[in-house]
C-alpha cells in the first residue's frame, strides 16, 4: 500500500487507504517522498498539541516549505510559539462568537443574494453559484477587499492550491497565482494605508503587539500581508468543500436530510458531522524537532511527518461504525479544525457561515437530487473535497 496525497485516485476516496493504514501501519513510512503519517485518532490528536515535538516552521502541507520563505511575510499558521502566538493574539479579537453573531444578518443576506437565482432555476452548480462563493465574499468583505477585485482573488487563491497528479512539485501555475496573489496584498495594504475603510486590515493599521522584550510594536507591512494571504487562504477553501460535502451527503442520506428539514436546529450538530465524515482539511503536517518512537519504529529529528486528520476521524476506536453519516453522532473531541496552538481561528466564523448557509439552503431546497456523475474534485494538497455539484430540485 502506498500513500500518495497527491494521486487523483486517492483525492476521489482515500478512505479504504486510511482504513489500512490505521489498522496495518499506524505510524507509515513513505520512503519515496520521505515522510511519516500517523492515521489513528488518539495519536493525530496527541501529536496536533504537541507543538514542540511537531513544528510547523515548515508549514502544515506535505510540501515543505523554508521557513525563509516566511521572513518578509511571516504567517501563523507557519510560525511555532511565540512568534506565533503573538500574531494570533493580535487577530483573535476579530473571531470572537460576539463579532461573529454581528456579521450573521450580513452573512444570512448574501446567502440569499447567491442562493435565490438558484432556486428559481430550480438548481444549478452548487459549488461554481454558492460555496465557493460565500465564504470569500465574508473572508474578503471582513477583511476589506474590494468588491470588485474579489473574483480574480479568489481565481488566484484556486490555482495556487492545484497540484499535477503524484507529485509533490508546485506547478509553474501554482506558483505563478501565489505570486499575483502576494503583490496583490502588498499593494491592498499600502492602498489601504492611505485610504482606510472598514475592514480588518484597516483596524489591524493601529493595533499594537508585544515585543519578546515586554515592550510594544505595530504589525509592519510584511506581518499584514502574512495576515491576509492565511486569512484568505484559510477562510475559502475548506468552508466551500465542507458546505459541498453537505449537500451532497444530505442527498444521499434523505433520512439525515429529513432530520434537519423538520428541526433546523439540528443544523449546527449536522455540521459537525459533516466535518468529521468528509474532512475539508485531509491532514496537517510537522517537522520532528527530536527523535520520537511510534509503534516501535524511531523517527529521527528533522523528518517530516503527516497528522491525518481524515483518517482519525473515521478511527473505529473513536467512532462507533465510522463510515456511517449520522447527524445525531456524539463528536465530544473534534479534530476537523485541528486541535492545540494552530486550531482554526476560523472556526467560529466556519460554524456560522455553515449553520446560516445550510439553513438557507433547506428553505429553498426542501427535496433536490445531486447529479453525482456530474460531480468533480479538487486536486488540492491537503484540502478535499468538491469542485462542482450539480444539483437540481427533485
Ligand atoms: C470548514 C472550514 C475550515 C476547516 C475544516 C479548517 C481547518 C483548519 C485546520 C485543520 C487548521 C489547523 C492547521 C494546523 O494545525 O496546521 C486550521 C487553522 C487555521 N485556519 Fe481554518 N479551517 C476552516 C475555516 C477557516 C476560516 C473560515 C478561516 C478564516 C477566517 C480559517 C483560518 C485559519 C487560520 C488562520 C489557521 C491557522 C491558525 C494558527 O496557526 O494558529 N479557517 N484550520
Redo the contacts with the bound molecule.
Keep these: 500500500m502506498e500513500l500518495n496525497p497527491f494521486s487523483y485516485e486517492f483525492h476521489a476516496d482515500p478512505y479504504p487507504a486510511y482504513r489500512w493504514l490505521r489498522e496495518h501501519a499506524p505510524l507509515y513510512r513513505n520512503e519515496k517522498m520521505s515522510f511519516w503519517a500517523l492515521s489513528r485518532f488518539a495519536d493525530v490528536a496527541a501529536a ?1 498539541v504537541d507543538w514542540k515535538t511537531y513544528s ?1 516552521a515548515e508549514g ?1 502541507l506535505l510540501e515543505r516549505m523554508d521557513p525563509r520563505m516566511f521572513e518578509v511575510t511571516p504567517m ?2 507557519f510560525l511555532d510559539p511565540p512568534r ?1 502566538d503573538r500574531l ?1 493574539r493580535l487577530v483573535a479579537s476579530a ?1 470572537t462568537p460576539r463579532r461573529m453573531a454581528d456579521l450573521e444578518a450580513s452573512i444570512r443576506a448574501m446567502a440569499a443574494r447567491l442562493l435565490d437565482p438558484l432556486a428559481e432555476r430550480g438548481g444549478g452548480d452548487f459549488v461554481h453559484e454558492f460555496s465557493a462563493v460565500l ?1 470569500s465574499e465574508v ?1 474578503f468583505a471582513l477583511l476589506g477587499v474590494p468588491e470588485a477585485d474579489r473574483r480574480q482573488c479568489r481565481e488566484w487563491m484556486d490555482q495556487s492550491l492545484d497540484r499535477d497528479p503524484d507529485t509533490p512539485e508546485l506547478p509553474p501555475r501554482a506558483l505563478a497565482a501565489m505570486m499575483d496573489l502576494s503583490r496583490y496584498w502588498y499593494e491592498l495594504v499600502g492602498e489601504l494605508r492611505k485610504h482606510r475603510n472598514e475592514g480588518l486590515v484597516s483596524a489591524l493599521f493601529d493595533a499594537e503587539i508585544q515585543t519578546d522584550g515586554g515592550g510594544t510594536t505595530k504589525l509592519s507591512e510584511g506581518e499584514l500581508i502574512g495576515l491576509c494571504s ?2 484568505a487562504g ?2 475559502n477553501e ?2 466551500t468543500r ?1 458546505l459541498a460535502d453537505a449537500v451532497v451527503l444530505f442527498a444521499r442520506h434523505p433520512d439525515e436530510y429529513r432530520k434537519v428539514l423538520t428541526d433546523p436546529g439540528r443544523i449546527p450538530a449536522a455540521v459537525e458531522e459533516v ?1 468529521r465524515w468528509a474532512s ?2 485531509q491532514y ?1 503536517a510537522r517537522t520532528v524537532m527530536r527523535d520520537v518512537e511510534w509503534y516501535g519504529t524511531r523517527v529521527p529529528k528533522g523528518d517530516r511527518i503527516v497528522l491525518l ?1 481524515g483518517a482519525a476521524n473515521r478511527d473505529e476506536r473513536e467512532y462507533p461504525d465510522p463510515d456511517r453519516f449520522d447527524v445525531d453522532r456524539e463528536i465530544p473531541n473534534p479534530l ?3 486541535q492545540g ?7 467560529p ?2 460554524r456560522l457561515e455553515s449553520r446560516v448557509a445550510l439553513e438557507e439552503f433547506v428553505r429553498r431546497f426542501p427535496r433536490y437530487a445531486v447529479d453525482e456523475a456530474g460531480c468533480r474534485r479538487v486536486h488540492m494538497s491537503n484540502v478535499h473535497g468538491y469542485a462542482a455539484v450539480p444539483f437540481a430540485r427533485a
Design positions: 496536533l510547523s502544515p501563523m499558521l506565533h494570533r473571531f465564504p473572508i492565511v486569512l484559510g477562510g475548506t468552508t465542507l466535518l475539508p482539511a496537517a486528520i476537523g479544525f485541528g496552538v494552530h486550531f482554526c481561528i476560523g472556526a466564523l466556519a
